[in-house]
């Protein structure tokens, strides 16, 4: 009874830093600089900064004032490729000189997250933008590259581990994530998939321990810089068109004779046209459903804290960190809850297309 009031103890304090850690992260300027009618905080962009993908590394410390780490910028254009750092290119219409702007590099500026074409005006050209191939490296880029090293560095130890110490009883790093492993194996892949599970396996627990870590990851903000992986659409897309790709790719007979071939068949007019759109609309729920759940936890948190520098004082904080702290320990459940969830749908759509026929 003692142990566990003591690990609720400390799961509190836990959220509680993170809280504070969020709070002193995300609005360093805030923090350090008096607010004026110029310099008026806005909880709109502060929120979009954190939610979407930027040219720029962000390592936010409490009390310290921010910096931006400049990424690569890599261009397809006419010209060839292109390759510059971000800190060349500005997103203010800073400086004009004798009617030539200077705010540039090469002709290219950053408009809202993007790389465009600017004339010597500083106007953006629309027609020479959507000739220009972007295939720099972003924050989010950089935050997947980050959290697949995390997942390789780990699986090769497990892996390394379960040869070293075969027929014994697992030990550090191999018990902690090993019921996680025997958890996707017999509650999400045996049950929906039967006997073929096993050929399946690399890529649900590859899809799992993906979407957790970055899950996870994303509720530090301060570490390092913050990010907002699971919560990019672009992301989630992926990952849904991979399994889309998956459970088509390997549908049976049986699973496309259901689709086009409906039970009773006069029922074709209706059947196939609602079947066909099943489809694509099963990749679909997963992409939005792990989008939104992800990005709306992110936004609710950063809007309580916004309410301190809303109101400007500092009476409301108790209450802002309180709901903060409650909010935390939702999205910690939230985050493998979503994992969870689109593993098991993913299990679920695949073994329905791989069923056999009884």
Not at 88 to 103: L, S
Not at 164 to 179: D, V, Y
Not at 232 to 245: G, P
Request: glycine share 4%; hydrophobic share 55%; aromatic share 14%.
């Amino acid at each position: 009874m003692a142990s566990g009031s003591i690990l609720k103890s400390k799961f509190f304090n836990i959220l509680l830093i993170c809280a504070f850690f969020l709070a002193a992260g995300l609005f360093p300027k805030s923090v350090l600089a008096q607010e004026t009618k110029e310099n008026k905080f806005d909880p709109k962009k502060t929120i979009l900064e954190h939610i979407s993908d930027s040219h720029s590394w962000p390592f936010a410390f409490p009390f310290v004032k921010e910096k931006h780490i400049p990424l690569p910028v890599i261009l397809y254009t006419d010209k060839g490729l292109e390759i510059f750092s971000s800190a060349k290119v500005t997103t203010e219409d800073t400086t004009k000189d004798k009617g030539i702007y200077q705010g540039a590099y090469h002709n290219y500026k950053l408009a809202e997250n993007k790389i465009v074409v600017v004339d010597a005006s500083g106007n953006i050209d629309e027609a020479a933008s959507k000739k220009v191939f972007d295939f720099s490296i972003t924050r989010n880029v950089v935050s997947m590259f980050m959290s697949i090293s995390i997942l390789l560095i780990v699986f090769f130890s497990i892996a390394s581990s379960y040869k070293k110490r075969e027929g014994k009883a697992p030990k550090g790093l191999q018990s902690f994530l090993e019921p996680l492993i025997m958890f996707v194996r017999d509650d999400i892949a045996m049950p929906n998939m039967g006997i073929k599970y096993a050929r399946f396996m690399p890529l649900l627990l590859t899809v799992f321990f993906f979407i957790l870590i970055n899950n996870l990851l994303g509720m530090i903000p301060i570490f390092p810089g913050g990010f907002n992986l699971t919560g990019n659409i672009a992301v989630t897309a992926v990952l849904s068109i991979i399994i889309f790709l998956v459970v088509n790719l390997n549908g049976n007979k049986y699973y496309w004779k259901h689709i086009f071939v409906p039970n009773p068949w006069w029922l074709f007019i209706i059947m196939i046209p609602v079947e066909v759109v099943g489809i694509f609309s099963k990749p679909i729920a997963l992409m939005i459903r792990l989008f939104a759940n992800i990005t709306a936890g992110h936004i609710l948190i950063l809007s309580l804290i916004s309410l301190i520098f809303i109101l400007n004082t500092i009476w409301v904080s108790p209450v802002s960190v309180v709901f903060v702290v409650f909010m935390d320990a939702i999205e910690l459940l939230v985050a493998f809850l979503q994992a969870y969830i689109f593993t098991l749908l993913s299990a679920l759509f695949i073994g329905m297309a791989i069923e056999e026929h009884h």
